[in-house]
């Protein structure tokens, strides 16, 4: 972690505002910094543009100004296939993975852009998700909710992203699965990638990220590492603070 | 070119049968597709029910002409019954296939030669005047003054034609400005929502439907009341036609299919007149005259593409109220 | 389930015209003579005396009408080619009893009942048959049954390489194109203008027409989908432009090859029997093979190629196929460049299959099309396949029980049922609410 | 009396709303709803399976549970909405079981959606008199005739502009809907539906997408409703409101009931704690993938108690 800390940036967002509806800002000034091998956790309120952010990474919202750059290159509003082109992998919360297609065309969809390289980023994906291997020919419709997860997070993988994104991978899923999905996103970062999580789980979320972000009406309030967030009163009391004291 | 004659054709055609007929169908269309949001493409099929109705009333059950003209609005209401119960509950896309497909089994129905002796298949119906020229008030004559001089049954036509349009708006009208239109407009935006607040939908889109289709069917008769029943007449292009006129006035205004109607007939009028004689006049020296009569049917697919690109509301229509919700 | 009784109560009825009027109409004596430019004819009658309602069915060319004939004992039917060979069969079963057609003097054909009719230069010919006392020749009912099934998978493979790429630009962009009735149309005019216009051997304009109808297809993404994509149009809006563009392509045909009936090269070959009564020419016997190597072709690459999996990903979830590096342009670029090709493909066999082209031959496809796509669901191309192949059975088979001029009718109904019961179409998802 | 201005009041919790202890499935003193094994799966996967539950007359009940529990599938099944594949259940002692959404609705249990259905396209006002029951000139007679129903609709519209008038929507009554904000719609849906003057209120996520000005207007207008006479039943998982708010609250997880209570008991409960954040919550995933040693992690939960 204290490596992570003074390595070179990779995902640099600064002041941007954003939405979806022409006069209606969901973010407004909101930056973030991602550094190569960190895992950082988006925490905040319902509403306060957590995914919001994530998806101006990924060019799925308007960016009406600041800038993200992704190693020093200014990436604002790139299409999704430029995007993944430059490494940067997404795995959304819902519709996550081709219902229609088998867990092996999934993964191949994953590295659409570079299908020679499979077998390569098949055995690193199996490496963390050992599970997949052997159910290569089964219809991805046919898994539950932690499995299809699990599908979504190696199809992005496949790709070899530098920056992996990834949004609520905990939704919907039985406190047993969401604990497993937490293990493996940390296991994903273990391996070298560099991670931007945004969770509704924030206790969770805090305990294995390297970096938090709170987010409050679009902007980020409060920042630190996963412990100090864990520890501050402040946000105990906006965010944390509202179960199981 | 002869512009006095064209001129005179286009101003007459104001009040054609053939433009109070598309009026009348323009304004069923926009209960269902503006007011309702019913993708309906069946449109013709209400337009071919209402004109053999009316001729098959008088021709095979010997009825005077306004029971048979009844007669067409209530096998059309049928037919909105038994089209709306099994569809109304589809995604709008299917919506639109099916009514396609209905509309197009009607056509087939009339054309088969095992209906021969009741619908004339391939030949259709004619021949059905009698009772209607009968019941003329106008004395025998030639009435109006320029492009509008017509003879008595011509005007007793159009009379009829307009009586039925003024009716249909006056209905339209005070429908969609009543809490029942309201209902209707809601249902459009989003039903799940008026479902939530206790509203039938169900039933408000099958009497949209029955209302709209009768409304079409009144636009067939008058279609047909003045000449014969052709089996060519009612083909999808039809429909889509009446779309042209709908969308050219404004799909969710009541006047707007009527003006629609207006400009699609003038405009029809104008340049079936004008393309053949510049052909004539050797204006246009790479077409011959039954080309210019196509060509204007291209202009009116080429003219819906950009109304629904450019200008979705309609002449009539607010911007902001543009019916393309879905 | 008041909703259900009607249903079946519209059916019945329904039927019951159908049966009324099989019974009933006796004076369907001249058919298509106004469609078509020439035409065969006769007059039947028993020792001088007219015989009425004797059905005759004629066929070939593409032609499948049965005709009665009049209290003359006269009928004709309309064909649409001279120089060309038909097949008139007399319905016995309509003959009084214990009559049936006999052979002249020594001959000694088997069946009596059948005749080849050549219509010559002059574009009119008269058949008439001998009749007496004697033994009936009848098709089997399981020979017409036979017959009819292999006609029907004819049809039905020709149409599903064109409800394949309907159904694949439906999954890709959500488009419910009523243009694709004109791209099928396309291909067919554009053999015509290589072959007859500039002409060309047909094995030399075909392909030319298919790439041509591809380009079409890149032209039409290109020029008016794709920029209306960008928009974020409403697929309604969307769907209304292809109905303008449908009409507009339509009349542009018309405007260009008129309005009547021209046919291809080849179209008046002579049909081999192959079995039973069942009978192709070579140019049908090719159709089938090309349609079956090319549905074949069209289904591995969907199913193997990466293009394919990028295809059927993007019908399953466009924004996460984006999300995975697919260029979703480009892939739907693909789709329509192939889906337009295979449109004029079945153009070219559907003119085969009629036969002759016509400038609204598509509009009368279109609406098979939509049914066998609906059927099979909406967006999956193994379904649309599946939906075609019933669709072209339903088409024929039916018309054992029902007029052959509602043969096209059929289909449409049972497609309108299926609906009753599955709203969503056969293979689509219901949409969770709020 | 409900502004975002004044300060929030504390409002008397209602109490002794079951019989017996809370657990799962509970008898209530007076249930305005009982459901019986209602169930519903999607292909293969089961996303409601309520074996018994019962919601409180006049009380305000919270339905929690994390995303994917179940709740607004649950919502669409009590509604009418979506059919189960099997269940019963009543509503105020009329069975509810196969009955249309808007019939549900007419009984005086009316509901709004996650994602705001404001009609866009009819003004503010048009919305609001939608919501109204019983009016002559829905019929389709009667509408041609605007005597008939003209006096109706001006009343009906004098009660709109009140509604309008306390969620602060009066000024907007010609505009679009569509051209209000999310939160504003939020408030419109609301108004929208108390225009029925139903008995059982079921709102699907009332808080989410507003933002934290209007957040408090709205638990204000949510517990006005209580104090009117009304039963509400809301979907939210945010434990912060249902806190202030809530009367009683129902937990699901996987489709299941996992607890009821009170809410301050509800919230320590073991079940509960685990459905929220994850089973074993004392264990320190920093610490189980190897991220933090132990004895920080422990350093952590000593300041979190000093608290």
């Not at chain 2, 008595?152 to 034609?161: A, H, K, P, Q, S």
């Not at chain 2, 009541?254 to 009028?269: A, C, D, K, N």
């Amino acid at each position: 972690m204290s490596a992570a800390a003074t390595a070179e940036l990779v995902v640099d967002i600064q002041n941007v505002v954003a939405g979806y509806l022409p006069g209606v800002d969901i973010l407004n000034g909101c930056s973030l910094q991602a550094r190569r091998g960190e895992l950082i956790g988006i925490i905040g309120p319902n509403g306060a543009g957590k995914s919001t952010l994530l998806k101006s990474i990924f060019g799925q919202v308007n960016v009406r100004s600041g800038s993200i750059t992704l190693e020093g290159r200014d990436i604002t509003s790139l299409r999704a296939n430029q995007l993944v082109a430059l490494g940067v992998g997404m795995v959304p919360q819902t519709n996550n993975v081709f219902s229609t297609l088998t867990i092996e065309e999934n993964l191949q969809m994953g590295l659409y852009q570079r299908p020679k390289a499979y077998d390569e980023r098949l055995e690193f994906v199996t490496s963390i998700f050992a599970e997949l291997g052997k159910r290569l020919k089964q219809r991805a419709g046919s898994l539950s909710g932690g499995e299809r997860q699990m599908v979504a997070m190696s199809r992005a993988l496949m790709m070899d992203p530098k920056v992996l994104l990834l949004d609520e991978p905990s939704a919907g899923l039985s406190p047993v699965r969401q604990d497993e999905a937490f293990i493996r996103v940390s296991e994903i970062n273990k391996a070298g990638v560099t991670c931007i999580m945004v969770e509704q789980n924030a206790r969770r979320c805090l305990q294995i990220c390297d970096r938090g972000y709170v987010l409050d009406q679009g902007s980020d309030a409060y920042t630190g590492t996963g412990r100090e967030l864990l520890g501050d009163p402040k946000v105990t009391e906006l965010y944390l603070g509202t179960l199981g004291e | 070119m002869d512009w006095i004659q064209i001129l005179s054709n286009s101003a007459s055609s104001i009040i054609s049968p053939a433009t109070l007929a598309y009026a009348l169908a323009a304004l069923g269309l926009a209960v269902h597709f503006g007011f309702a949001g019913l993708l309906n493409m069946g449109i013709a099929g209400f337009m071919a029910i209402g004109a053999y109705g009316y001729a098959i009333g008088i021709l095979t059950f010997g009825l005077p002409w306004w029971a048979a003209a009844l007669l067409g609005l209530v096998a059309s209401a049928v037919f909105a019954l038994i089209l709306g119960i099994p569809t109304l509950r589809l995604r709008g896309d299917y919506l639109a296939i099916v009514t396609i497909a209905a509309a197009e089994v009607l056509r087939l129905l009339f054309l088969t030669t095992a209906f021969d002796k009741v619908t004339g298949s391939a030949d259709g119906l004619f021949g059905y005047h009698a009772s209607f020229r009968a019941s003329n008030p106008i004395p025998e004559g030639t009435y109006g003054f320029g492009p509008w001089e017509y003879r008595e049954v011509d005007w007793w036509v159009r009379i009829l034609g307009i009586i039925a349009l003024i009716l249909a708006i006056i209905t339209v009208w005070r429908l969609m400005a009543s809490p029942w239109g309201r209902v209707l407009k809601g249902i459009r935006e989003d039903e799940e929502a008026v479902r939530a607040l206790g509203k039938n939908v169900f039933g408000y889109k099958l009497t949209a439907l029955v209302v709209g289709g009768v409304i079409a069917a009144a636009g067939g008769i008058v279609y047909a009341l003045p000449s014969s029943v052709n089996p060519g007449v009612y083909v999808t292009s039809l429909t889509f036609f009446v779309y042209t006129a709908l969308l050219l006035g404004g799909a969710a205004t009541v006047f707007g299919p009527v003006i629609g109607s207006l400009i699609f007939w003038v405009l029809q009028t104008v340049l079936g007149n004008v393309l053949p004689a510049a052909v004539q006049a050797g204006y246009l020296p790479f077409m011959t005259s039954i080309q210019a009569q196509t060509l204007k049917f291209i202009l009116v697919g080429i003219a819906l593409m950009l109304i629904v690109i450019f200008r979705p509301q309609g002449i009539l229509g607010n911007k902001k109220e543009l019916t393309f919700v879905k | 389930m008041p909703t259900l009784a009607l249903i079946v109560a519209f059916l019945a009825t329904m039927l019951a015209f159908t049966f009324l009027a099989g019974v009933g109409s006796a004076s369907a004596d001249e058919i298509d003579t106004d469609k078509y430019q020439y035409r065969i004819s006769g007059n039947v009658q028993l020792d001088g005396k007219p015989l009425e309602n004797i059905a005759l069915t004629i066929a070939g060319n593409g032609v499948d009408t049965t005709v009665k004939t009049d209290k003359n004992g006269q009928w004709a039917v309309g064909v649409p080619e001279k120089n060309a060979t038909y097949t008139v069969a007399l319905d016995e079963n309509t003959l009084p009893t214990g009559i049936a057609v006999v052979n002249d003097a020594d001959a000694t054909d088997e069946t009596p009942n059948i005749k080849d009719a050549e219509v010559g230069p002059g574009g009119r010919v008269t058949v008439n048959f001998f009749i007496g006392e004697g033994e009936r020749h009848v098709t089997s009912f399981a020979d017409q049954l036979v017959e009819r099934i292999v006609n029907g998978l004819r049809f039905g493979l020709m149409l599903a390489l064109a409800a394949v790429g309907i159904s694949l630009v439906y999954g890709t962009t959500g488009l419910s194109n009523f243009a694709h009735g004109e791209m099928v149309t396309f291909g067919a005019v554009m053999t015509l203008v290589f072959s007859r216009g500039v002409g060309l051997p047909i094995y030399l304009a075909v392909p030319i027409a298919l790439v041509l109808s591809g380009f079409i297809g890149y032209v039409m993404d290109a020029g008016l989908w794709r920029p209306l994509r960008r928009r974020r149009t409403g697929i309604v809006q969307l769907m209304i432009v292809s109905i303008g563009l449908s009409l507009a392509a339509r009349y542009t045909f018309q405007y260009f090859i008129g309005g009547s009936t021209t046919q291809l090269v080849g179209a008046d070959q002579r049909p081999i029997q192959l079995f039973g009564s069942v009978s192709m020419s070579i140019i049908d016997m090719v159709s089938v093979v090309i349609s079956i190597v090319v549905i074949v072709a069209f289904a591995m690459w969907l199913l193997f190629t990466r293009i394919g999996k990028a295809t059927r990903a993007i019908s399953d979830n466009p924004s996460l196929a984006a999300a995975s590096g697919i260029d979703v342009d480009r892939v739907v670029r693909i789709v329509w460049i192939i889906s337009s090709a295979l449109a004029g493909l079945a153009g070219v066999l559907y003119a085969y299959y009629r036969p002759g082209i016509k400038w609204d031959m598509g509009a009368e496809f279109l609406l098979l099309l939509f049914a066998a796509v609906t059927l099979g669901g909406l967006g999956t191309a193994f379904g649309a396949l599946i939906g075609a192949v019933v669709i072209g059975l339903i088409v024929e088979v039916s018309t054992l029980w029902i007029p052959a001029d509602l043969k096209f009718a059929a289909p449409l109904l049972v497609l309108i049922i299926i609906l009753l019961f599955r709203p969503q179409g056969i293979l689509g998802r219901r949409e969770r609410v709020g | 009396m409900s502004s975002d201005l004044t300060a929030p009041v504390a409002r008397e919790k209602t109490t002794g709303l079951h019989i017996g202890d809370a657990k799962p499935g509970v008898a209530k003193t007076d249930p305005i709803i009982i459901a019986d094994g209602v169930r519903r799966t999607f292909g293969g996967l089961t996303a409601v399976d309520v074996e018994h539950l019962e919601i409180p007359r006049g009380a305000i009940t919270a339905l929690i549970g994390p995303n994917g529990a179940g709740k607004t599938t649950l919502f669409n099944l009590l509604t009418g909405f979506d059919k189960p594949d099997s269940g019963a259940w009543t509503f105020e002692g009329h069975s509810l079981s196969g009955v249309p959404a808007y019939k549900v609705a007419r009984l005086g249990q009316v509901r709004t959606f996650q994602l705001t259905k404001a009609l866009g396209l009819l003004t503010v006002l048009d919305n609001m008199k939608l919501g109204a029951k019983g009016q002559v000139g829905e019929r389709f007679w009667q509408s041609l005739f605007p005597f008939l129903w003209r006096k109706q609709d001006h009343q009906i519209e004098e009660r709109a502009f009140e509604l309008l008038k306390k969620f602060k929507l009066d000024e907007k009554s010609d505009d679009f809907a569509a051209s209000l904000s999310g939160g504003q719609r939020k408030l419109l849906e609301m108004a929208r539906a108390l225009m029925s003057e139903p008995r059982l209120v079921m709102l699907d996520e009332p808080m989410a997408g507003v933002n934290p000005a209007l957040t408090q207007s709205l638990l204000e207008h949510i517990l006005d409703l209580k104090d009117e006479g009304m039963t509400v039943l809301f979907v939210e998982h945010d434990m912060h409101m249902v806190r202030h708010i809530a009367d009683w609250v129902v937990v699901m997880a996987e489709g299941r009931v996992v607890a009821e209570g009170d809410p301050i008991s509800v919230m320590k409960n073991p079940e509960v704690v685990d459905a929220y954040l994850g089973a074993h919550q004392e264990i320190d995933l920093g610490v189980v993938t190897g991220r933090y040693p132990a004895a920080d992690a422990g350093k952590n939960k000593a300041s979190k108690e000093s608290k």
